[in-house]
């Protein structure tokens, strides 16, 4: 099993910056890729990154993409998110999520989720 914990959301302003982390523990934690996904109020949930195991690739949602860097510490099992120049459309709730080894931007491919870091972005 995966245990997924995110950290690093909050209240910002538009503009500034935030970094989003999300560690993963349990007998499975090694060989993941990791997505992230965020929910806007009345929204569905969207994709925003992804990062392979054991991270030569990635990829983003064009909404965030050119401000936006996903990375990640193998040795710690944690990923992050570097979301820059932020806006207050990027307000949601952003979730980590793992799969084995190869990316992908669909949620159902995920078969592991944290429970999310709220991120409000006030103009």
């Known amino acids: 099993q995966v245990q997924l914990v995110e950290s690093g959301g909050g209240l910002v302003q538009a503009g500034d910056s935030v970094r989003l982390s999300c560690a993963a523990s349990?007998?499975?934690?090694?060989?993941?890729?990791m997505g992230w996904f965020r929910q806007a109020p009345g929204k569905e949930r969207e994709f925003v990154a992804a990062i392979n195991w054991p991270g030569a690739r990635t990829n983003y949602a064009d909404s965030v993409k050119g401000r936006s860097t996903i990375s990640r510490d193998n040795a710690k099992n944690t990923v992050y998110l570097q979301m820059d120049s932020l806006k207050p459309e990027d307000t949601a709730v952003y979730y980590c999520a793992a799969r084995p080894i190869l990316l992908t931007t669909l949620e159902n491919e995920y078969p592991h989720w944290g429970q999310g870091t709220q991120v409000t972005v006030s103009s």
């Open positions: 349990g007998r499975s934690a090694g060989l993941l890729a």
